[in-house]
């Protein structure tokens, strides 16, 4: 089901850790629990499954956090780049988060690209469907949503880079996704 995330598939130098920081070794189809952190090396790509019909990629040079708790999962992207597939809407009381230090995004039956550009500013480019996008402030608690639709990009922005934008600490820019910008 969707309430369990897998390695399927890596390519190249791959690193699981659990929630201690203890190394895991790699098997076929593994699963990822709560707490486990996957990072990639140069030239190096991680495929988690949800379900045949869920997926996610890690790019090269990235790292990613599972979150879990009960049916509610996340994936925090601490940085790179990571791709995402939900072909199929998630079953009801199922919830599926792509999350940066400035970010959340509900994914339901989409498909795009969260890159971390920095830790005050993070995009996602989406390809098909649509989502909420929440821009947080971790430590002032101040936010912004907006809703993001196929064949756009959002910029989420906080501090000093929101406040260039909009004179307000978090922010979310909106813009029309050209196909050479595609993480």
């Known amino acids: ?21 203890k190394k895991v070794s790699q098997s076929g189809n593994m699963k990822l629990y709560n707490g486990y952190k996957v990072k990639t090396g140069a030239k190096s790509y991680a495929w ?17 956090e599972v979150q879990k ?3 509610d999962l996340a994936l925090y992207l601490s940085s790179g780049n990571m791709f995402f597939n939900v072909k199929d809407p998630l079953k009801s009381g199922e919830t599926f988060s792509i999350k940066t230090s400035t970010m959340t995004t509900g994914i339901r039956g989409t498909s795009g690209c969260v890159r971390v550009i920095s830790p005050r500013v993070t995009e996602i480019h989406l390809l098909t469907g649509e989502v909420q996008v929440y821009a947080e402030h971790p430590v002032l608690g101040l936010s912004k949503t907006a809703t993001l639709k196929a064949g756009q990009k959002a910029i989420s ?8 934008v909009s004179g ?6 909106i813009e029309r996704l050209e196909n050479h910008q595609i993480c």
Not at 5 to 13: S, V
Not at 157 to 164: G, P, R, V, Y
């Open 168 to 173: 307000q600490m978090a922010e979310i820019v």
């Open 157 to 164: 922005l906080i501090d000093w880079e929101a406040m260039a």
């Open 1 to 21: 089901t969707a309430t369990t995330m897998r390695l399927a598939k890596t390519q190249g130098t791959v690193t699981v850790t659990n929630a201690t920081g």
């Open 69 to 71: 708790k009960g049916k």
């Open 48 to 64: 988690i499954s949800l379900d045949d019909t869920k997926v996610a990629k890690l790019d090269a040079n990235s790292v990613m």
